[in-house]
């Protein structure tokens, strides 16, 4: 597996198809969490047409999956800025609705149902502090490196995260 990422680099399907299957289930599995599962398909296949047509500017430096995982976020942040500029046309004072924030619902045990709960609350925060929630308390990603992924100010991303953390505990308190 070692020389399929030159071979994919030069457009080798077969290698290419081999990366793809050892690293399709942790980029699946962030695109459920950015999109809290509502277009996650479309997102996974985007991301992957995207490695495909990034993959010979791959250097190394970093191992394979934390590359396709960044790419996995900027094909996900993209694709946001894009449609909160359509819902920004759409949006107008007569579907007030369409600007609340769902109530988030669960709690957290080692029961494997609950952590299934703890993923749909995570599901249903506004969509800012759900990609601030996962990118910082799952992914990891510190606080600069998403408000510079998302092209905002970092006290933008520590609010949304706030927000975030808030949501939960109270829906964990209840």
Known sequence: MDDDIPRAQRGDLDAFERLYR?????????????TAGHGAEELLQDVFVRIWEKLPSFRGESALGSWMHRVAVNVYLVSRRSELRREARVVTSDEPESLGVDAVRGYVTDDPD?????????????????????????????????????????????????????????????
Request: proline share 1%; glycine share 6%; hydrophobic share 50%.
């Open 22 to 34: 050892a690293h399709v289930g942790r980029v699946n599995a962030l695109c459920i969490r950015l």
């Open 114 to 174: 609950a952590r299934i709960d703890l993923e749909r609350a995570i599901a249903r925060l506004p969509a800012g502090a759900r990609a601030a929630f996962v990118l910082h308390d799952i992914e990891g990603y510190l606080h600069e490196e998403i408000a510079e992924m998302q092209g905002v100010a970092t006290g933008t991303v520590r609010a949304q995260l706030h927000r975030a953390r808030k949501l939960l505990i109270e829906v964990l308190e209840s």
